[in-house]
């Protein structure tokens, strides 16, 4: 299966993804992952998949360490992630695309650009 075309299976589903189930099911019993690890796995999962197809088009390196320190850190160290180049900022326009479709709120998403003081 050609990467395009994984990449748009993968969006499709996220697409027809009920949002409610993954909230249900939240505070189900022992052994099952929260919402919070659900959401950083698919994030975790979404990022690889992104980033191998536009991986030579100008994504920063400092983008890639932020996104792959977020996901390391469980997706709970903040939003830290400024996106500098043009790639950067279509990278992360469809990862937040991705992550709505999942079911994830804005908030989830690692991305600002502090202005300095």
Known sequence: MSRALHLMVLLTAMLVTPIGVASAQQGAGPGHKTWQE?????????WRELLASS????????????????????????ADICSSSPADIALAN????????FGTA????PFVCRQPQ
């Open 106 to 109: 804005s908030t989830f998403l």
């Open 94 to 101: 469809k990862l937040t695309i991705a992550a709505m479709n």
């Open 38 to 46: 659900r959401k950083c796995a698919f994030y975790a999962e979404a």
């Open 55 to 78: 991986r030579e088009t100008g994504v920063t390196e400092e983008f890639i360490r932020g996104n792959e320190a977020f996901i390391a850190a469980g997706c709970s160290n903040g």
